[in-house]
């Protein structure tokens, strides 16, 4: 089991908007929720992404599990291109990224930093980072979205960023990929047992 879910009551003010649900999702499992707009599936959605903590109940992870989930909408992405939106995500990379790039001319005969900066260059290594950027903009392309990769987030489509974001959950090392729909009334809760952990 991954995880075991339990809300007691979820309100809006004086709307009750569920109760008395209970649920678990197991190893290998892929969960979907439907329903119209406004029954609560997104609420849903953020009670199990751990964004909404207004509710009586309790969400329960099995030790060890790393939860991704889409957000609704994507804000302030600013001038950020779709690689760099993947590469954001991917665990260790920005901090691997930041001592490779900066040490080296602040670093001198500090030993200190010269010792962060090899176990750096080797953990980067380790974790496949040299080739990564070649090997996301390979899954775009398998993902038939072709010279996406440099295109600013913004620019690209909803449906595209859902895309792109199935990109980005491959490479975080996930145990549960919760994909809500922009579109569409359905939030899918999957487990990320097909996912390239790392």
Do not use: C, W
């Not at 979820?10 to 569920?18: A, I, T, W, Y």
């Not at 779709?82 to 001319?105: K, M």
Request: charged fraction near 25%; proline fraction near 3%; avoid cysteine.
């Amino acid at each position: 089991m991954i995880a075991d879910i339990t809300v007691t009551e979820k309100s809006f003010g004086p709307k009750l908007l569920m109760s008395g649900i209970k649920f678990s999702i197991n190893d290998g499992e892929k969960v979907g929720v439907i329903g119209r707009n406004g029954v609560g599936k997104s609420t849903l959605f953020g009670i199990l992404a751990g964004v909404d903590k207004d509710f009586t109940g309790e969400v329960i992870f099995k030790r060890g599990t790393v939860v991704v989930s889409t957000a609704q909408e994507h804000h302030d992405m600013g001038d950020t291109t779709v690689l760099q939106y993947v590469l954001a995500g991917l665990p260790e990379y920005s901090d691997l990224s930041h001592i490779i790039e900066t040490y080296p001319e602040t670093m001198g005969d500090d030993m200190k930093k010269i010792d962060e900066y090899t176990q750096a260059l080797m953990r980067f290594d380790d974790k496949g980072f040299y080739q990564i950027e070649e090997q996301i903009e390979r899954e775009l392309d398998n993902f038939q979205l072709p010279g996406v990769a440099h295109r600013h987030f913004s620019t690209v489509s909803g449906g595209k960023k859902r895309l792109i974001d199935v990109v980005k959950f491959r490479h975080r090392g996930a145990h549960l990929a919760l994909v809500a729909e922009q579109t569409n009334p359905i939030v899918h809760i999957a487990k990320a047992e097909y996912f390239d952990g790392r």
